[in-house]
C-alpha cells in the first residue's frame, strides 16, 4: 500500500502502462487490419471468380446446339460443368428459378440432399435484391465459407437459372503473415519495454530527487519549535521552487500566528471550562430548589415522622451542597469533575431516592425487585438519574400532552442492572439522533446542552452504556445499562 501512494512508483509504472497500452493496442490494430483486408481480399476474388465462371457459361450457352432453356441446363453442362469446375477450382450448383437443383458439379455415387433446394428465404431475397446477386456466410465442418446466389440469362437477358458457387475462405496463409508480424513487434516491443524500464526508472528517481528534499523538511517542521527554511540546489526545477517559496512563506506566518493561537486555545479552554462548571452547578441547585419547595409544601409539625423527614431532605440537600463542594475544588485547582468513587449500592433505593425531589405528578416508579446492587458513585447516580428524568420534563412542557407521564423502571439481567425513563413527550426528530450525546447540543432555548453528554460520559466511565429510542411526537425512552 505504501508503494502505490509513492508519486516516484507512480511516474514509472505510468510509463510502463503507457508502452504496454502501446503495444497491445498497435497489436489489436494490426490484427484487425489483417481481418479486414482478409475479408477484403476474399470477397474480391469471389467476384473475380463469379466474373470468370459466368464468362465460361456464356460461352458454353452460346456454342450449345441444345435450345437455351432452363430444362435443359442439365444436358448443356453435362461434361461442361466439370471442366469449368476444374478450371476455377469452385463447385457449381445449377437451380430452377423455382429454386430446385438441376446440376451440381459434386462427383457422388449417392443422390445429393444436401443442396437440392435453394432456401426460400434466400430466393425472396434474390429476387428482390437490386443486383439480382445474395451473398450469405455460414460455418461447415469447421470451414468458413461464402456462398453467392446469382441469376444467369440467356441471350435475350432472360432468366434463365439459378447459379451457387460456395467459396472456402482459406486464411492459413493470411494467418501465417499475420503471426510472423505480430512475433516480429513482439520482439521489438520487448526491447522497447526494457528500454523503457530503465527510462522510467532514472526519470522517476530525477524528478522525485528535489521532493524528498522538500519532504524530509516538511517532515521536520513543528509547531513547537522554531523551524528552519529549505534551500534548494540553484538548478531546482522551477515547480518545486514554488513549493519551496510557499512553504518557507507559511514558515514565517505560522512564526507570528504561533503565539496568538496558543493565547486563543487557552482562552477557549477556559471559556469551555466555565460552561462546564455552570452547568454542573446548576445540576444540584435545581435539587436543591426542589427539595426545599416541597419540604415547605408538606411540612407538618404533628406529623409522627416529621424526624425522619428532616433527615431525608437534610440529607438530600447535604449531597447536593457535597457535590457543589468538590465541583468547585475541581475548578480551583484546574481539573476533572468530581473523582467518581465505587460504592456497593441499591439501585432501586437510590433512583426513588433521586426521583422524589421532583414535585411533577405524573413522574411515577417501577421495580421488579426491591433490591438490586451495583458498583457506583451514589452522587454520580443520582447526577444520571435527575438528568434524564428533567430532560423528560423539559420534553412533556414542549409538547403539553393531555395525559402526560414519565415512567422510570429499574430492572435487572444476568450482566447489567437497567434503569429507564420513557415520556410521551415531544420526542427526537430523526436529524437531531445522531447529536443527542453531542456536548453543547440542545434544541431547547435554555441550557448549555451539556446533561446527556455528561450522562453518557459517567456511564461509560463504569463500563456500561446508554441507549434510547424515539419517535418524533410519541416520545422518547432512555435505558441505562450498569454492570454488575
Known amino acids: 500500500m505504501g508503494l502505490l501512494k509513492s508519486l516516484r512508483f507512480r511516474i514509472f509504472l505510468s510509463m510502463l502502462l503507457l508502452v504496454l497500452t502501446a503495444s497491445i493496442l498497435i497489436a489489436v490494430v494490426t490484427v484487425y487490419q489483417y481481418r479486414e483486408e482478409a475479408q477484403d481480399y476474399h470477397r474480391e476474388r469471389l467476384l473475380r471468380k ?11 450457352l452460346k456454342n450449345t446446339t441444345y435450345p437455351i432453356e432452363t430444362e435443359n441446363i ?5 461434361n461442361k460443368i466439370y471442366e469449368i469446375k476444374d478450371v476455377n477450382g469452385l463447385e457449381i450448383y445449377f437451380y430452377d428459378l423455382e429454386g430446385k437443383l438441376l446440376k451440381s458439379s459434386r462427383a457422388s455415387f449417392l443422390k445429393d440432399t444436401s443442396h437440392a433446394r435453394v432456401p426460400k428465404e434466400i430466393l425472396g431475397n434474390l429476387e428482390n435484391s437490386a443486383e439480382k446477386r445474395h451473398l450469405i456466410e455460414f460455418m461447415e465442418d469447421g470451414q468458413k465459407y461464402q456462398s453467392s446466389y446469382f441469376y444467369i440469362t440467356d441471350p435475350s437477358f432472360k432468366p434463365l437459372a ?8 482459406d486464411d492459413d496463409l493470411i494467418n501465417k503473415e499475420l503471426k510472423e508480424s505480430l512475433t516480429r513487434m513482439g520482439i521489438a516491443y520487448l526491447v522497447t519495454l526494457f528500454f523503457a524500464i530503465a527510462l522510467a526508472y532514472f526519470l522517476s528517481k530525477y524528478i ?3 521532493l524528498n528534499q522538500v519532504s524530509e523538511k516538511i517532515t521536520e ?34 512564526e507570528s500566528s504561533a503565539a496568538q493561537l496558543a493565547a486563543s486555545e487557552r482562552e477557549a479552554a477556559w471559556r469551555e471550562m466555565a460552561k462546564q462548571v455552570a452547568h454542573e452547578i446548576k445540576n444540584p441547585l435545581t435539587p436543591m430548589r426542589l427539595t426545599v419547595q416541597s419540604f415547605l409544601r408538606k411540612f407538618d409539625p404533628n406529623d ?26 475541581a475548578f480551583s485547582t484546574y481539573a476533572d469533575m468530581p473523582a467518581q468513587q465505587d460504592e456497593t449500592l441499591n439501585i432501586v433505593r437510590i433512583t426513588k431516592l433521586a426521583i422524589e425531589i421532583f414535585n411533577e405528578d405524573y413522574i411515577y416508579f417501577f421495580s421488579e425487585e426491591d433490591e438490586i446492587i451495583s458498583k457506583f458513585d451514589r452522587t454520580q447516580l443520582i447526577r444520571v438519574v435527575t438528568n434524564l428524568v428533567k430532560n423528560s420534563i423539559q420534553a412533556i412542557e414542549q409538547k403539553r400532552p393531555e395525559n402526560p407521564r414519565i415512567d422510570v423502571t429499574v430492572s435487572t439481567s444476568k450482566s447489567a442492572t437497567h434503569i429507564t425513563v420513557r415520556d410521551n413527550g415531544i420526542g427526537i426528530s430523526e436529524m437531531n439522533k445522531d447529536k443527542v450525546f453531542e456536548p453543547k447540543f440542545t434544541t431547547k432555548s ?22 434510547f429510542t424515539s419517535q418524533e411526537e410519541e416520545g422518547t425512552s432512555f435505558v441505562v445499562a450498569i454492570p454488575k
Not at 431532605?313 to 447536593?320: C, D, E, G, M
Open 446 to 467: 435554555s441550557g448549555m446542552g451539556l446533561g446527556l453528554a455528561m450522562v453518557k460520559n459517567i456511564v461509560e466511565t463504569y463500563g456500561g452504556s446508554i441507549t
Open 50 to 60: 463469379e466474373t470468370a465462371i459466368t464468362k465460361n457459361i456464356e460461352y458454353v
Open 304 to 329: 409522627e415522622n416529621i424526624n425522619e423527614k428532616v433527615d431525608e431532605y437534610s440529607n438530600t440537600l447535604i449531597q447536593q451542597i457535597d457535590t457543589m463542594s468538590s465541583i468547585a475544588s
Open 162 to 169: 439459378i447459379l451457387n458457387l460456395p467459396y472456402i475462405e
Open 221 to 254: 517542521t513543528r509547531l513547537d519549535k522554531r523551524n528552519k527554511k529549505i534551500e534548494l540546489d540553484s538548478n531546482t526545477t522551477q515547480e518545486i521552487s514554488n513549493l519551496v517559496l510557499a512553504y518557507n512563506g507559511m514558515i514565517d506566518e505560522l
Open 208 to 210: 522525485t530527487r528535489s
Open 74 to 78: 442439365p444436358l448443356i453442362f453435362k
